[in-house]
Structures are given as structure tokens and as C-alpha cells.
């Protein structure tokens, strides 16, 4: 069996990724066996309130591009709208969906700490 010159050089490439990839894990498994982890314990409060936080902050990141992607969208969807006079009822319907869908998109995003919130609520309530 022989291996084609540009086989040979992506296994060689292959064989070199995976190597300098490999190097750090290897010797992060080094220093475990040493037992430095550098990983400090953390009770479960401190890391709920810790993944709330993060939540929270790209839940405040998301808003605004939400925003203005729903905004362009709707846009985009006026225009099409505009269109159907030329196209006939086939894209008006399409039209339509792709509103209800935004629509509905943008009830989920800003809804979503509610139905989190009532979700938990339920949820304390049946573990009582």
C-alpha cells in the first residue's frame, strides 16, 4: 500500500496537532499526581449565586442585540410585505409567519425569567 506525498502531509500535520494539543494535558496530569489541581472547593450556594450571576450578565448582554435583531426582522418583513403586491399570496403568507415567529421569539426572550421564576416556584411548591 502506498501513501500519495499529500496523504503522508496531512498525517504528518495530524500527528503534529495532536501532539501540541496533547502537551498541556499531559502535563496538567503531571501536577495532579503531584496534587496541585489549583482547583479551590466551593459549596453548592457559592456556585448557584456564581452561574446566577453569569446568567444574568448575558442575559443583560443579549437585550440589546436582541432588540435590534428583532427590529431588523420586522423590517425586513415590512418589506416583504410590500412585495406581496407584486408576488401574489404565497409570500403574504410567509410574511405572516415570519412576524407571529419574531413575534413569538421576542415573548420567549423577555418572558423567560418569569417562566424561570414560576417554573421554581412550582417547583418549591411541590417539594413542600
Given amino acids: 500500500m502506498e501513501v500519495s506525498p499529500g496523504k503522508a502531509g496531512v498525517i504528518f500535520l495530524l500527528v503534529a496537532v495532536l501532539l501540541v494539543l496533547a502537551a498541556p494535558v499531559l502535563a496538567n496530569e503531571q501536577q495532579v499526581q503531584a496534587g496541585s489541581t489549583g482547583i479551590q472547593p466551593v459549596s453548592p450556594e457559592q456556585f448557584a449565586q456564581k452561574t446566577n450571576s453569569m446568567i444574568d450578565a448575558a442575559y443583560k448582554a443579549a437585550g440589546p442585540v436582541a432588540d435590534a435583531v428583532a427590529k431588523i426582522m420586522l423590517a425586513v418583513s415590512g418589506l416583504a410585505a410590500l412585495l406581496v403586491l407584486f408576488s401574489g399570496m404565497k409570500l403574504f403568507q410567509k410574511v405572516v409567519g415570519a ?30
Fill in 99 to 128: 412576524v407571529l415567529s419574531i413575534g413569538f421569539g421576542i415573548l420567549l426572550f423577555y418572558g423567560a425569567p418569569y417562566i424561570v421564576g414560576l417554573v421554581k416556584g412550582l417547583a418549591q411548591y411541590v417539594t413542600r
